[in-house]
């Protein structure tokens, strides 16, 4: 086992991930410069053009642009993408549904954990695979709504509703949660997702792996009903064919 691939990668990324409440800008760091060393195995990053899709305040951006490719951000909720209080180098406001980039502009599109955030999760993908070049990769993830993290702030309550999740939420803080089912947080499943890329002809399959884990637990991919409970995180890695 390796500190890049391995158990001891998975309990350093368990360890940041204590702190995306208290220090955000801590685990997302670290976050973005785990996601880079999982692209970089798959294909040089120097010079090459990366489109970070929905990466809010910048930290993929960063980490991509600390490997010397030319990466860009594309991001459509303004508050997000002024979190750090600038925006940051190489900022779009832009929606990932309507790229304002040409066909095969990219030789690496990226999104972290946003395609649980939108209602259109194939509308969203195919303008991924559009703006890849062929050859290039597009690296997927998402959090799957079964996982203990599926509800985010409202977990792991949303395994008894939503309904009763948001109602909880609100109850002990005092305020509504960030996130409302169905409004800008959905359930987004494993195997359906993992179906509706395979179906494709213009993308194969690099890898799937549950994100954080070691490597050698993607086997928990293999079982139905396992995965969605298990995985926490799908990670998907596609090459452009077509």
Same mark, same amino acid.
């Given at each position: 086992?390796?500190?890049?691939?391995?158990?001891?990668?998975?309990?350093?990324?368990?360890?940041?991930?204590?702190?995306?409440?208290?220090?955000?800008?801590?685990?997302?760091?670290?976050?973005?410069?785990?996601?880079?060393?999982?692209?970089?195995?798959?294909?040089? =990053?120097?010079?090459?053009?990366?489109?970070?899709?929905?990466?809010? $305040?910048?930290?993929?951006?960063?980490?991509?642009?600390?490997?010397?490719?030319?990466?860009?951000?594309?991001?459509?909720?303004?508050?997000?993408?002024?979190?750090?209080?600038?925006?940051?180098?190489? $900022?779009?406001?832009?929606?990932?549904?309507?790229?304002?980039?040409?066909?095969? $502009?990219?030789?690496?599109?990226?999104?972290?954990?946003?395609?649980?955030?939108? /209602?259109? /999760?194939?509308?969203?993908?195919?303008?991924?695979?559009?703006?890849?070049?062929?050859?290039?990769?597009?690296?997927?993830?998402?959090?799957?709504?079964?996982?203990?993290?599926?509800?985010?702030?409202?977990?792991?309550?949303?395994?008894?509703?939503?309904?009763?999740?948001?109602?909880?939420?609100?109850?002990?803080?005092?305020?509504? /949660?960030?996130?409302?089912?169905?409004? !800008?947080?959905?359930?987004?499943?494993?195997?359906?997702? =993992?179906?509706?890329?395979?179906?494709?002809?213009?993308?194969?399959?690099?890898?799937?792996?549950?994100?954080?884990?070691?490597?050698?637990?993607?086997?928990?991919?293999?079982?139905?009903?396992?995965?969605?409970?298990?995985?926490? !995180?799908? =990670?998907?890695?596609?090459?452009?064919?077509?």
């Amino acid at each position: 086992m390796t500190s890049t691939s391995g158990l001891a990668r998975s309990v350093r990324l368990f360890r940041a991930f204590r702190k995306e409440q208290s220090d955000p800008g801590f685990f997302y760091s670290q976050l973005a410069q785990d996601s880079v060393n999982q692209v970089a195995r798959h294909c040089e =990053l120097s010079q090459r053009i990366v489109l970070d899709i929905g990466g809010g $305040a910048g930290e993929f951006t960063a980490a991509f642009r600390s490997r010397d490719a030319l990466c860009y951000l594309f991001e459509p909720d303004r508050a997000e993408m002024l979190g750090r209080g600038t925006p940051p180098a190489g $900022a779009v406001l832009a929606d990932g549904y309507w790229l304002p980039v040409s066909d095969g $502009a990219a030789d690496v599109c990226f999104s972290s954990n946003v395609l649980e955030h939108v /209602p259109d /999760p194939e509308g969203f993908i195919g303008e991924m695979i559009r703006v890849t070049k062929p050859g290039g990769l597009i690296y997927l993830s998402f959090t799957n709504w079964y996982s203990p993290w599926g509800g985010h702030e409202m977990s792991p309550w949303h395994y008894l509703g939503a309904g009763f999740a948001e109602r909880r939420y609100a109850s002990r803080q005092g305020r509504r /949660p960030k996130h409302h089912v169905d409004g !800008n947080l959905f359930r987004v499943h494993i195997g359906p997702t =993992l179906a509706m890329i395979r179906a494709r002809t213009d993308v194969c399959v690099v890898e799937a792996l549950p994100r954080y884990y070691p490597r050698w637990c993607r086997p928990l991919l293999l079982v139905p009903v396992l995965r969605e409970v298990t995985a926490w !995180n799908l =990670l998907v890695i596609m090459r452009r064919i077509a």
